[in-house]
């Protein structure tokens, strides 16, 4: 699971890396930013310390099994990434993990550093031997919905989770206001999907490759 903040990977695949975690799959949280911007008046030292701890707390609610952070800068993603050779680090962990699946930030998304993440991730991909390579499937934060129909989808019934999700989300109360906007559309696309597929609630991921 690739995200950019500290509370990504929660609004856009909470309830799926839940199920992924309780069928016994390994799940890897990558997170690229503390989000130290969130908080300009306090030191950057706390706000990574309080964030990381909320990411943490987080991943022991939904049964995620490793947090990576990187502590990228907000709005200067590829410039760090590139400076300090994170693609290295990133290359080592696919190469040793295997995953069969990544899931990262939608190309439509109109947020700079998810845009920055979904670029890394097209990058990597290219970069791995060909018989590596996992699937890949996009999931959307900022973007109310998605029109690239053109690729495939999967839904994941994620209504015994939801709960789950819904505590994982409550572990970021340092975010309490600047996620009011994506967590309404978590809800709306929650039960939109799920409507889908007969549900309480889904999740739905394109799959760009």
Same mark, same amino acid.
């Given at each position: 699971m690739f995200g950019a903040h500290s509370d990504d990977f929660v609004i856009g695949a909470g309830g799926t890396l839940a199920k992924f975690a309780e069928e016994g799959k390994k799940v890897i949280s990558v997170v690229f930013s503390f989000g130290q911007m969130s908080h300009p008046w306090i030191k950057e030292e706390v706000v990574k310390q309080m964030r990381s701890k909320e990411a943490i707390d987080a991943c022991n609610v939904l049964g995620i099994n490793r947090l990576v952070f990187y502590g990228l800068g907000e709005l200067k993603f590829m410039e760090e990434y590139k400076g300090r050779n994170i693609e290295k680090e990133l290359m080592q962990l696919l190469e040793t993990e295997k995953p069969s699946k990544i899931f990262t930030h939608s190309q439509e998304d109109p947020h700079p550093d998810h845009k920055s993440v979904h670029q890394i991730t097209l990058e990597l991909w290219d970069k791995l031997p060909k018989a590596? %390579?996992?699937?890949? $499937?996009?999931?959307?934060?900022?973007?109310?919905?998605?029109? %690239?129909?053109? $690729?495939? $989808?999967?839904? $994941?019934?994620?209504t015994p989770y939801f709960g789950k999700k819904l505590k994982a989300l409550n572990t970021y109360r340092s975010q309490k206001f600047h996620i009011i906007y994506p967590v309404i559309l978590l809800f709306f696309r929650s039960f939109l999907e799920g409507i889908k597929i007969r549900a309480f609630s889904g999740e739905k991921f394109f799959r760009i490759k």
């Open positions: 590596n %390579r996992p699937e890949i $499937y996009t999931y959307s934060i900022w973007n109310p919905v998605s029109l %690239r129909n053109d $690729y495939p $989808y999967i839904f $994941y019934n994620t």
